[in-house]
T-cell receptor, first 110, second 115 residues
């Protein structure tokens, strides 16, 4: 079983819609979670981090964490074509071991 | 502010040739450093990490090696490249940010194609 799983997509949403990206993890000792955005041909860029249950909002981005269900998600409100990228989910355990999902490709259509 | 550099940006090498990729970090001291590989359409695979000069931990057996000759310099090497070594090589550094803990940031990457 993969440690961090994401739907590979592609996920396609119209401009202005809410994009919902999901991630599940299998390691119950994971403590913090991260979302990275990776444009084609570029390196991953950190956009959100979350460590406690609930929602964390930053501009148009909201990260949601449910440790009981081992589930973390990223919502992008008012999606723009510039949000089209691959989004990587990562989980960090207590020993700083970081595991990445394979990413979900998001396409925002004008 | 901290910045991380990698070079070269792209590299095309024949099978069996040597490899040396360099990563340097500015604006911080004694960072934890990481080498990842990302194959096309795949996730990130941790290759090596280092918590200090001369301290290297390997995550997977392979024909690659890493060295940290200076505090802010991390080098990835190979004596003989294989076709399967092709990929996008990413260097990362980490910082502890309260309350989320250790957070990793990536360099621009080196795209390696072995022919």
């Amino acid at each position: 079983q993969k440690e961090v799983e994401q739907n590979s997509g592609p996920l396609s949403v119209p401009e202005g819609a809410i994009a919902s990206l999901n991630c599940t993890y299998s390691d119950r000792v994971s403590q913090s979670f991260f979302w990275y955005r990776q444009y084609s041909g570029k390196s991953p860029e950190l956009i959100m981090s979350i460590y406690s249950n609930g929602d964390k909002e930053d501009g148009r981005f909201t990260a949601q964490l449910n440790k009981a269900s081992q589930y973390v998600s990223l919502l992008i409100r008012d999606s723009q074509p510039s949000d089209s990228a691959t989004y990587l989910c990562a989980a960090r355990a207590w020993n700083n071991d970081m595991r990445f999902g394979a990413g979900t490709r998001l396409t925002v259509k004008p | 502010s901290q910045t991380i550099h990698q070079w070269p940006a792209t590299l095309v090498q024949p099978v069996g040739s040597p490899l040396s990729l360099e990563c340097t970090v500015e604006g911080t001291s004694n960072p934890n450093l990481y080498w990842y590989r990302q194959a096309a359409g795949r996730g990130l695979q941790l290759l090596f990490y280092s918590v200090g000069i001369g301290q290297i931990s390997s995550e997977v057996p392979q024909n690659l090696s890493a060295s940290r000759p200076q505090d802010r310099q991390f080098i990835l090497s190979s004596k003989k490249l294989l076709l399967s070594d092709s990929g996008f090589y990413l260097c990362a550094w980490s910082v502890v940010k309260a309350p989320v803990g250790e957070t990793q940031y990536f360099g621009p990457g080196t795209r390696l194609l072995v022919l």
